[in-house]
């Protein structure tokens, strides 16, 4: 419901539809609530390593079919995995984007893919059409997010668990 209710918020399907960003310490399960928003809208849910597209500057964007062994980015590979491009796509740890080895940044190709409602993969070429998907990111502080991309998202911060609570969980997976 909270889902939909965030999808009527942002005007439907039709338009770019504002990330959720979950933003706490590790290990306090912000990727539960985007399972649960997939699985509540009846979509597949993929997880894209954010700081994986900052070593590797093709990852997101794909590699121009000039470059030897090419191939679709993250995104592309995504849809082509589960046959939809109505899906929700987690942008895992959002805040570790940056720089690649090559000078290629991650945070352009996400700015560019969380700003408008087509994506242009280097390797397909042409701008698809991104408007369905339902983006989630996660980041553990807003402190190293550029602001643009800050400013992208909603903000959900997401609490840790109280020390009594944690020593309760790691107690009873000790069992």
């Not at 995504?78 to 000078?103: F, N, P």
């Not at 992208?152 to 668990?161: A, D, Q, T």
């Amino acid at each position: 419901m909270a889902a939909q209710a965030h999808l009527e918020m942002q005007g439907g399907w039709e338009h770019r539809i504002r990330p959720l960003l979950l933003v706490g310490p590790p290990g306090t399960g912000k990727t539960m609530p985007a399972r649960a928003m997939a699985d509540a809208l009846g979509r597949p849910r993929e997880v894209v390593s954010v700081p994986m597209a900052a070593m590797d500057e093709v990852d997101l964007p794909g590699a121009d079919l000039a470059w030897r062994s090419a191939e679709p980015g993250a995104i592309i590979r995504a849809i082509r995995r589960t046959g939809t491009a109505r899906l929700v796509v987690v942008l895992d740890e959002i805040d570790k984007a940056g720089y690649g080895w090559h000078g290629g940044s991650s945070t352009a190709w996400l700015l560019e893919l969380l700003g408008s409602t087509t994506w242009t993969d280097r390797y397909v070429g042409v701008p698809f059409q991104t408007a369905g998907m339902s983006f989630v990111a996660t980041a553990n502080e807003t402190d190293s997010i550029p602001v643009p991309l800050l400013d992208r998202c909603e903000v959900v911060e997401v609490e840790g668990l109280p020390a009594a609570e944690r020593l309760e969980v790691a107690r009873g997976s000790c069992e």
